[in-house]
């Protein structure tokens, strides 16, 4: 039914509801720059956080495995002194040269195990203090990140709060326009904002010019448009152009006609002297 309705539309009334379906949209494009740059603020700030919350659980994971390598040296270094002690009492139970050499070659390859576990052993602790100093830093800035965030997070709220009422009545109030509007030209419409940076599908005549790229329109094409026949998009940017009258702008022709009033007056009083 709304269609059908919007078929049977005239051009000058298509242009004037397009007219005002883009000041609505405008209006709640106004709403959302309210917000400015906090919703990707926040987005990036939870983002951050979520990259921490990695980073601090691989730093514990890394502190975790080298106290495990700590714990397994320092058992093999319980082992070898076992095998140390038990091969020393063995060399004094000795009965020829070819055991003696064996047993000390052993209690030798013993104390050289026990000298590189103690060596793992220092390595990993200089590793546990470089990465709980690293978990320690990435803590402090989590915590700094996540106090960040819900001040972003309140303010944009806050924000949110103030425009959402009101631009929930502008969605509404654009939506209703837009089932008057034909299918084709309201998709034009929409692509033509999407392509322009300051999303103003459709303007009016400004000073002989486009509203929207600011070039100059011929004099025949503005006549075309105040005639309100049909839908003249500008030759530079495509958007659509209405002229001021049906824009519901005020135009200064008045101030155009004060010189014309002078001369005809001054003409009179020539007259007048003849």
């Known amino acids: 039914m709304a269609k059908k309705e919007a078929a049977e539309l005239s051009v000058e009334e298509r242009l004037k509801t397009l007219y005002q379906l883009q000041t609505t949209l405008s209006a709640i494009d106004e ?12 987005q990036d700030l939870e983002d951050e956080i979520e990259g921490l919350n990695i980073r601090i659980e691989k730093i514990r994971t890394e502190i ?10 320092k058992a093999e270094i319980a082992e070898a002194q076992a095998s140390v002690e038990r091969y020393n009492k063995q060399l004094n139970e000795v009965k020829n040269n070819r055991e003696y050499d064996t047993l000390s070659k052993e209690i030798e390859f013993q104390t050289l195990e026990i000298e590189l576990c103690n060596k793992k052993i220092k390595e990993a ?6 990465r709980e100093r690293d978990l320690t830093h990435a803590e402090e800035a989590l915590k700094e990140r996540e106090s960040d965030l819900v001040l972003k997070r309140n303010e944009l709220d806050e924000i949110m709060l103030e425009t959402r009422e009101e631009e929930e009545r502008l969605r509404e109030t654009a939506k209703e326009l837009e089932e008057k509007i034909e299918s084709r ?7 033509i904002r999407k392509s322009v940076r300051n999303g103003l599908g459709i303007v009016y005549v ?6 929207g790229c600011f070039n100059k329109i011929p004099p025949q094409r503005q006549l075309d448009i105040k005639m309100h026949k049909k839908i003249i998009p500008c030759e530079y940017c495509g958007r659509i152009i209405v002229d001021p009258e049906l824009a519901g702008v005020r135009t200064d022709n008045a101030v155009e006609e004060k010189p014309k009033r002078k001369r005809s007056i001054r003409k009179t009083k020539e007259e007048a002297g003849e």
């Open 185 to 191: 030209l309201l998709t034009s419409f929409k692509r």
């Open 31 to 42: 709403k959302r720059a309210l917000r400015g740059e906090l919703p990707l603020e926040v």
């Open 125 to 130: 602790v200089i590793k546990v203090d470089e």
């Open 64 to 73: 975790k495995e080298f106290k495990s390598a700590i714990s397994q040296k």
């Open 206 to 211: 400004q000073r002989d010019a486009c509203g």
